[in-house]
């Protein structure tokens, strides 16, 4: 390696790392909800790595109460450098009703975005007999299709401060109930008394149509005292609290003949594209990027997203990345994926976008949504300067800069410098290869399509078939969760006792012996289900050593005559 050269990657090296220092400076304002009723508060969260003063909370109180301020400091290591970070919070008690604007504000030398928040009419509770405690639970829906994604809020009152508490809430019989996010705290005052309230969130999944009772859930508590006058006098100490939320009867929807498959009932999608050129190169990757927003689902019951074949160009995708929130009562989940077309030939290239079939729980109709589709001017090969011009659908593999992303100002420089650290290993990992002595091809040869312990190698296709599992064990019925299981591996397994003694992990093993003894015998099927979900996430693993080392000198163990 050159002195120029290594000068060169040092130098590529500290402008990143100085790019990378300025994009960490950063302050920004959220708020925890963004709807609310009147009487009831929000906490507004001011997060900033400047290390200038609190904010300036004053501009707040012309539409608002501010309370319960509070201010937290992290120091953490990110790139070599030291960076402090600090997170401010205080409760937003709205005056009025309407939409209301959080202004700006001011935080050292940076300045926070506006924020909008949503007041709607006092909600008047069903607890007007002033009880200490008491529970309540909403469904979004009350008669939902098989398999759809509902949304159940839990929230707990209390007029006491607590000492300790144990909040629970049973599952169901006949569908599956995970959390989602973390418990939500505010205030509202109800008859003229305070009242703290805890907001925990469900997601809740029906596994077969007729009937659904989602049983109350349970408190049990301890309060520091009522606080009232006689409370003070006679010095009283810590009560118990308890509390019982009421049952909630749903009746399921079974799927709709003729429905589109796979099934996913939504309330809506929405697709478009974040970035879409209009101009490329032959041999040159022009980045997509997809958004999709699904209304009423989490990333687990999601289809795969694809780009539809092309036959000028290829395409290579990105995973998908997951943004989950729960909104309107119900989860929601925004797809994005980057997608990256090589055109092979020049000319005008139509790509068309994913298409999405779902069906509408509102209207109750299939539909299909997807980005429109886009023409992208491919133009000849660009002109090199150690081997003239490229020829048609040749792409220039020897200079990092031939394959780039064209819609970022950034990543040119680090794909390049990724693209040549990876080069330089490669041609080193190649030279010390050749050196080595080769072995016995008898003694060593693995048959191409063979792993060493006799078996085909996993599918090339096992992450998508790992995806569908996770999918199924969200939304699917039992024997499409064991043809999903079957097919972890190719070939497929015959059944599930034949693919137990496959696998290598014990908690997986348990699991599928779980789910067979819930399915064929009455148990219950909601918690093997989530056995599998666990033990099944970090991806199936197999019996069977790596294929041996190419210079490994050791005999066979049982030599062939």
């Known amino acids: 390696m050159s002195t120029r050269w290594r000068t060169g990657l040092c130098a590529t090296v500290m402008v990143l790392w100085c790019i990378a220092g300025v994009a960490q400076a950063q302050t920004r304002a959220w708020l925890d909800r963004d709807r609310v009723a009147f009487g009831e508060t929000t906490t507004l969260n001011v997060e900033t790595d400047d290390a200038g003063d609190a904010p300036d909370w004053a501009p707040l109180a012309q539409d608002f109460d501010v309370s ?10 990110s790139n070599g450098q030291r960076v402090t970070r600090s997170l401010y919070g205080v409760a937003l008690k709205p005056r009025r009703e309407g939409v209301l604007t959080v202004p ?7 300045r926070t975005q506006a924020l909008s928040l949503s007041v709607a009419p006092a909600v008047v509770s069903a607890a007007r007999d002033g009880a200490p405690a008491f529970i309540e639970a909403d469904v979004d829906v009350q008669s939902p299709y098989v398999q759809q994604s509902i949304g159940y809020v839990l929230r707990l009152f209390y007029a006491t401060p607590l000492v300790s508490g144990s909040l629970d809430q049973p599952a169901p019989q006949g569908a599956s109930m995970q959390r989602v ?8 005052d109800i008859g003229g008394r305070r009242y703290s309230v805890v907001e925990r969130r469900y997601q809740l999944v029906p596994e077969r149509s007729g009937t659904l009772t989602i049983p109350g859930a349970r408190f049990e508590g301890r309060g520091a005292g009522g606080g009232g006058f006689f409370d003070d006098v006679f010095n009283r100490g810590p009560r118990d609290l308890s509390a019982n939320g009421p049952p909630s009867v749903l009746e399921v929807r079974a799927m709709p003949t003729g429905a589109p498959q796979p099934w996913l009932p939504l309330y809506g999608v929405q697709a478009r594209w974040l970035e879409a050129p209009n101009e490329g190169r032959v041999g040159e990757a022009s980045t997509f990027v997809l958004e999709a927003v699904f209304d009423g689902a989490v990333g687990t019951q999601l289809p795969g997203v694809e780009l539809p074949a092309l036959p000028d160009a290829q395409v290579f995708a990105e995973p998908p990345q997951y943004d989950e929130s729960f909104e309107d009562g119900r989860p929601r989940v925004r797809l994005t994926r980057r997608y990256a077309v090589v055109p092979r030939s020049g000319g005008a290239l139509q790509i068309q976008g994913p298409r999405i079939g779902w069906w509408d729980v509102r209207a109750g109709t299939a539909r299909v949504s997807g980005p429109p589709a886009v023409s992208l001017a491919v133009a000849p090969g660009a002109a ?5 011009v490229a020829t048609p659908g040749q792409i220039d593999v020897a200079a990092p800069s031939a394959v780039r992303d064209r819609s970022s100002a950034l990543w040119p420089a680090v794909s390049a410098l990724l693209a040549a650290l990876w080069l330089a290993t490669a041609l080193l990992a190649w030279r010390l290869r050749r050196q080595r002595p080769a072995p016995s091809a008898a003694r060593h040869a693995v048959p191409p399509h063979e792993d060493p312990a006799g078996g085909k190698p996993p599918d090339v296709n096992a992450n998508q078939a790992h995806r569908r599992l996770m999918q199924v064990l969200q939304t699917g019925e039992p024997g499409e969760v064991e043809s999903a299981l079957r097919s972890l591996r190719s070939p497929v397994f015959a059944d599930l006792d034949a693919l137990q003694p496959a696998l290598d992990d014990a908690a997986q093993r348990e699991a599928l012996v779980l789910w067979q003894r819930a399915r064929w ?7 093997a289900r989530q056995a599998l979900r666990t033990a099944f996430r970090p991806g199936p693993r197999w ?5 041996p080392r190419a210079d490994a000198a050791l005999p066979p163990l049982y030599p062939q005559r």
């Open 181 to 188: 996010g973390n418990d939500v705290q505010y205030s509202r």
């Open 543 to 547: 019996h069977g050593a790596p294929a």
């Open 68 to 77: 319960g301020h509070t201010s937290r400091r992290q120091v953490e290591i």
């Open 384 to 388: 090199r300067a150690d081997d003239g």
């Open 521 to 527: 015998t009455g148990g219950d099927l909601a918690g």
């Open 104 to 110: 700006p504000l001011q935080v050292g030398s940076a």
